[in-house]
């Protein structure tokens, strides 16, 4: 997902800008560029493809662009090839622009200006945006708030937008719909960003721009407006994360040391998630709507939610959920699961949810974010930034959220069930000691070209995450599959060497996924057993165990996922990949 920097104020703008973009490469990128002006100079532009390091030092730094006036981007490719080209900033006669999401009529708007003498140099959708800003802009020769707004009228899709004006210097303007944006304020300048990371180091004043509003950011000001230009007054918070947090703290990787807060989220979820404003008298049924790992917590939830409340519970890919005429029947809660809280699909299926009239609860880390606000209800999951593409302590923190909303539907009694959860903590903290097994792992299955993930009920869910973290950080092919089913065809896959990874947390179905193990070793497999307590004989089935401890069956989810992301890592780490940013992915997928 592309990254948005802006500051003005009365410093150098580049050297900021180029530090903010560094604290946004999590999300994903593949090109960037920095627009830069000097007191009424036209802005300088300056563009690079690749890593931000390009950008650094095609400027020298930031030296080569003086001027106290800037914006920046790092650009994830959805429109056109990451090439210089294609980098933003975009440039029109009179505007200069950044954009993160997607304008989904940008052919129709191309060909209108085109009829109106606009000529194109890029294949991006964002040239468009900009060059329709400036066409308002000077065909009515209106203020830049009224031409961002006609734009923002007839433009179609998501945008978070940053644009310099030629006749405006020093001031920067912000608009938005769907992408996120943030304004930062200190008492001399004035800072815009994707995310907070970026403007953290100076300030934690920040507002939330709403959609649809657009904003003037100065030296000594910022304002807002609505869409028909009136000018709205938003409240400043206040970021609690300490810088440290938006840092490696001296681990490898984000990655590793977000693996090692794991126990402290999961304690400050604990500690800190409330149900008291939550309606949950008349829930007749939960459907559970998420992507990629979060998804994966709501898979676990099912099994769990179903055994102690004894209610129906589906579990839906947002990106399906959004699109089916599927019957929500009034009585249903509707719990939308996102780290990030901005992912697209996530967000529309929460806004389906609402327009059928269905609460909708929010399981989100990012405080502010669009689901957090404009869900009913919200748990705020208390991770911390989370900054690595792979997510582990959200995932974990959701886990226990999502084990807490399973107690109060169901209202049994809590203390045994918390008992057991207040020793979570410590019990992942044990986990963690020991990698060196989990190192040596990783170099033996590194080399594999397939790996299959097998379990059944809350191991199956576990099996779920663990694929997903192998596949989408060592880009190893990986398959999670219900126990049962691999005999269904899928065991054709099987063959000599081929890595089986089977969790065995659960006792009620041990005996049958062992089996279903033994099948794989006897097609060649290369069996690894993940499992809790002794399990005598096993080491005569599974070439190498890891154990965890043991803890309540239903939340064994917490502690065999911790292993399963070491691996994950270590396996990443040995294929000399870029654990943190792993190509083609951004952190958070705020388009379709
Ligand atoms: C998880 O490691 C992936 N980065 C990805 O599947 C992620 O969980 C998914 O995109 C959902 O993101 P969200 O939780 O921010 O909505």
């Not at 206040?238 to 040391?257: C, N, P, R, T, V």
């Not at 898979?299 to 890919?317: H, M, S």
Request: charged fraction near 20%; aromatic fraction near 8%; proline fraction near 4%.
């Amino acid at each position: 997902m592309c990254g948005i920097v802006g500051y003005t104020g009365n410093q150098q703008a580049a050297p900021i800008l180029l530090d903010g973009l560094s604290k946004l490469e999590y999300r994903g990128y593949d090109s960037a560029g920095l627009a830069v002006r000097n007191g009424d100079s036209a802005p300088v532009v300056v563009k690079t493809a690749g890593k931000l390091v390009n950008l650094i030092q095609a400027t020298d730094g930031g030296k080569k662009l003086l001027g106290t006036c800037g914006i920046g981007h790092t650009r994830w490719a959805t429109h056109g090839d990451p090439t210089v080209t294609n980098a933003h900033p975009h440039v029109s006669d009179e505007v200069v622009g950044v954009h993160n999401g997607i304008i989904e009529n940008y052919s129709e708007l191309r060909e209108k200006l085109k009829d109106n003498g606009y000529a194109f140099y890029s294949q991006t959708d964002t040239e468009v945006i900009v060059k329709l800003v400036d066409y308002y802009y000077r065909k009515y020769k209106i203020g830049p708030i009224d031409a961002i707004n006609r734009t923002m009228v007839r433009a179609r899709g998501s945008y978070a937008l940053a644009l310099i004006f030629s006749d405006y210097p020093g001031e920067i303007y912000a608009a938005r719909k769907e992408s996120p944006l943030i304004i930062g304020k200190t008492e001399d300048a004035s800072f815009l960003a994707s995310d907070v990371p970026a403007i953290l180091k100076y300030t934690r004043s920040v507002y939330y721009i709403e959609n649809l509003q657009a904003a003037r950011i100065t030296p000594s000001t910022v304002q807002f407006f609505n869409l028909n230009g009136d000018e709205v007054f938003l409240p400043v918070k206040e970021i609690e994360w300490d810088a440290s947090a938006a840092e490696k703290d001296g681990y490898e990787h984000f990655m590793l040391k977000e693996i090692h807060e794991q126990p402290l989220a999961v304690k400050n979820t604990l500690k800190n998630t409330d149900f008291d404003n939550i309606d949950l008298t008349n829930v007749k049924a939960l459907d559970i709507v998420a992507c990629g790992s979060a998804w994966h917590t709501g898979v676990a939830a099912q099994y769990i939610i179903e055994k102690l409340a004894g209610i129906p519970v589906r579990v839906e890919l947002a990106s399906e959920f959004r699109y089916r005429s599927l019957p929500l029947s009034k009585g249903t809660l509707v719990v939308v699961i996102s780290q990030s809280g901005e992912t697209a699909d996530s967000l529309a299926a929460l806004r389906k949810a609402k327009e059928a009239h269905l609460p909708v609860l929010g399981i989100v880390n990012v405080i502010g974010s669009s689901i957090a606000r404009e869900a009913d209800y919200v748990i705020h999951t208390q991770a911390g930034p989370e900054i690595s593409v792979a997510t582990t302590k959200a995932y974990s923190a959701q886990l226990v959220a999502l084990y807490m909303l399973a107690l109060k539907i169901s209202r049994v009694n809590e203390e045994p069930y918390m008992h057991q959860l207040d020793k979570l903590p410590a019990l992942i903290s044990k986990v963690l000691e020991d990698k060196k097994d989990l190192q040596y792992l990783a170099s033996r299955i590194s080399n594999s070209s397939d790996i299959f993930f097998i379990g059944r009920g809350l191991d199956y869910a576990v099996s779920l995450e663990g694929s997903l973290k192998m596949k989408e950080i060592s880009y190893i092919r990986s398959e999670a599959y219900p126990a049962g089913e691999l005999k269904h065809g899928t065991i054709s896959l099987v063959e000599d060497g081929t890595v089986v990874i089977g969790v065995l947390t659960q006792d009620d179905v041990y005996e049958k996924t062992l089996s279903n193990m033994i099948e794989c070793k006897s097609r060649g497999a290369y069996l690894i057993a993940l499992t809790s307590g002794q399990r005598p004989g096993l080491e005569k089935v599974a070439d190498f165990i890891i154990r965890v401890p043991e803890t309540e069956s239903m939340f064994m989810a917490s502690l065999a996922v911790i292993p399963l992301q070491l691996l994950a890592y270590y396996t990443s780490v040995y294929r000399g990949l870029d654990v943190d940013k792993p190509r083609n992915l951004a952190k958070s997928v705020t388009v379709e």
